[in-house]
């Protein structure tokens, strides 16, 4: 049961541009999560914003959330070849005995 | 150094064979969880913990199983009733601070069949 679903599911730039990717998702949450995975590689937590939150910044990412549309945006600024991964963002119910729930991810390269 | 382990990197079976992978983890966490991972695909959840001596299905756990005896161990079975189970394996583990959960990753292991 697959809540959250990025888009898009692929995504090229060049570096220096800024890279924004979008997740939906289907019922309340508690809060919203991006990570990103290497190629080959378990994932790492990048942020974290709560539900009463509308804006989150953590060095060149920017993280937005509008809970009225269940959707949440993550920008990166200036993109670096070392960008390059999939990013996929998790929802986070809070509700015992639950898990959090991933999307299938957008795959970011980043050409130098 | 603190951290959560998987192993093998790379694991073979053959046909009928139930394999074991190994999860374990430092960071006293009490939750722990198991994902499957397709390639270009999202995780989809097998298993999962929250308390030693206790866990629930995820989403996909048929041809699976599973045991919490310790906080630091969860390693998952994959047995020969899972028919493809060619796959990359994610194991995490979690804690909740104010109501917040965040997930910790190991490596994965990368299962093939024979």
């Known amino acids: 049961s697959q809540q959250g679903e990025e888009d898009p599911q692929a995504l090229s730039i060049q570096e220096g541009e800024n890279a924004t990717m979008n997740c939906s998702y289907k019922?309340?949450?508690?809060?919203l999560q991006w990570y990103r995975q290497n190629s080959g590689r378990g994932l790492v937590h990048l942020i974290l914003?709560?539900?009463?939150?509308r804006e989150k910044h953590s060095g060149r990412l920017r993280v937005t959330l509008d809970t009225s549309k269940k959707s949440s945006s993550l920008l990166i600024t200036a993109s670096r070849a070392a960008d390059t991964a999939s990013y996929f963002c998790a929802t986070d119910a809070n509700q015992a005995g639950t898990a959090l729930i991933f999307g299938k991810g957008t795959t970011l390269s980043v050409s130098s | 150094d603190g951290g959560i382990t998987q192993s093998p990197k790379y694991l073979f079976r053959k046909e009928g064979q139930n394999v074991t992978l190994s999860c374990e983890q430092n960071?006293?966490?009490?939750?722990m969880y198991w994902y499957r991972q397709d390639p270009g695909q999202g995780l989809r959840l097998i298993y999962y913990?929250?308390?030693?001596?206790?866990?629930q299905k995820g989403d996909i756990a048929e041809g699976y199983s599973v045991s919490r005896e310790k906080k630091e161990s969860f390693p998952l079975t994959v047995t020969s009733a899972q028919k493809n189970p060619t796959a990359f394996y994610l194991c995490?583990?979690?804690?909740?601070?104010?109501?917040?959960?965040?997930?910790?990753f190991g490596p994965g292991t990368r299962l093939l069949v024979l």
């Open positions: 960071l006293n966490h009490d939750a």
């Open positions: 914003i709560r539900s009463n939150e």
């Open positions: 995490a583990s979690s804690y909740r601070d104010r109501g917040q959960e965040t997930q910790y």
């Open positions: 019922t309340s949450i508690n809060n």
């Open positions: 913990s929250q308390i030693v001596n206790d866990f």
